[in-house]
């Protein structure tokens, strides 16, 4: 399989769950100016076949909306580890690294977890106010890295 983009940005959630959707709204929202080098993936939940998009990538940035964020937005890098995740219905992406690095034996390329504050998880809600400023703020921050798509520049955007 070979990619012709070298970033991938993945976004995850239920559109018919409220703020679960901040994942592909983020996606959905970019401008096309920005994505013009990336692939842009969209699922209602990472899955193991998700390690195969991580193949010939320079940076890879999965995004989605979290209850546990206390501020509007929190971008980290991430390095693969095993966990049980990928016996439930969802992985998380750090599993989805570690089975990348398990079928390619060589580490994943550099991935980034860009989550939002989220509130309203009900079917048929729509988005909070809370979630509105989260993607707010997500889309200025997703413009900046694709502005300077190298791991230095993103790893300078981490929250600590």
Known sequence: MTHSKPILLLGYGNPSRGDDALGLLLLEQLPAACVQAVEILTDFQLQIEHALDLKQRQLVLFADASVANTQPIHF???????????????????????????????APPPCFLLTMQAVQFELGDDLSVIAEESLRQAVALVEKLLANPDVTTWQAHTCA
């Open 76 to 106: 980290s890098q991430l390095h693969a580890a095993m966990d049980n995740s990928y016996t439930t219905h969802a992985m998380h992406p750090v599993s989805v690294m570690q089975v990348y690095q398990d079928i390619e034996k060589v």
